[in-house]
């Protein structure tokens, strides 16, 4: 197992409504990815942070933002739900911003 | 941007038997390409990787071998196990896995049949 850990485990949100998931990083990683997975299919990619600052962003709307604190723990805040932000949302912790990435256990969001 | 297919869908085979799992990607500049594995309600396992700066790459049962001039790699599992049962996902980066992060192929199901 990684030492990377997410909370809330699960969460059940209204469309409409605002969520924030928590990730605490392994110990000595400075990098932190997120990622979205939809049932039955592979992550993709929401964005990085590199030492408290946004690295890279993948193709998802303003409504997903993010925030890395001194610790390299991370946020991941989404505003006005929609359904099909239903999905199990993943971190992943890296030695730095190109190293391997190691996943976290993934927050299921269900947006009703 | 990059995009990644990953074949086949499902994949069964017998234990004792080899696997194999092939992707292909679109973005010639991709550099990194992991796989992982994820088991039913867990998190994605990274199990092995290459850069392409290397043709191929083993760990024990596993290894990977990247084709760079045909854009494509492969995840070859031998003497299976009923633990290797899970799906398995190829993933690319034009970045080592930085600032675009890595993209996914889709999944294939590994079924091991005792």
């Known amino acids: 197992e990684t030492g990377v850990t997410q909370s809330p485990t699960h969460l059940i949100k209204t469309r409409g409504q605002q969520v924030t998931l928590r990730c605490s990083s392994q110990?000595?990683?400075?990098?932190v990815s997120w990622y979205q997975q939809a049932l039955g299919q592979g992550p993709q990619f929401i964005f990085q942070?590199?030492?408290?600052?946004?690295?890279g962003r993948g193709n998802f709307p303003p409504r997903f933002s993010g925030l890395q604190f001194p610790n390299y723990s991370s946020e991941l805040n989404v505003n006005a739900l929609e359904l099909d932000d239903s999905a199990l949302y993943l971190c992943?912790?890296?030695?730095?911003?190109?190293?391997?990435?190691?996943f976290g256990p993934g927050t299921r969001l269900t947006v009703t | 941007g990059e995009n990644v297919e990953q074949h086949p869908s499902t994949l069964s085979v017998q234990e004792g038997d080899s696997a194999v799992i092939k992707c292909t990607y679109s973005?010639?500049?991709?550099?990194?390409f992991p796989w992982y594995k994820q088991e039913l309600g867990k998190r994605p396992q990274l199990i092995i990787d290459?850069?392409?700066?290397?043709g191929e790459k083993k760990d024990q049962r596993i290894a990977v071998t990247l084709n760079k001039t045909a854009k494509h790699f492969s995840l070859h599992i031998t003497e299976t196990q009923p633990e290797d049962s899970a799906v398995y996902f190829c993933?690319?980066?034009?970045?080592?896995?930085?600032?675009?992060?890595?993209?996914f192929g889709k999944g294939t199901h590994l079924i091991i049949q005792p």
């Open positions: 973005d010639s500049a991709s550099n990194y």
């Open positions: 942070y590199y030492r408290e600052e946004e690295n």
């Open positions: 110990s000595g990683h400075n990098t």
């Open positions: 993933a690319a980066s034009r970045s080592g896995g930085g600032a675009d992060g890595l993209t």
């Open positions: 290459i850069r392409s700066n290397v």
């Open positions: 992943a912790s890296s030695l730095g911003s190109q190293d391997e990435q190691y």
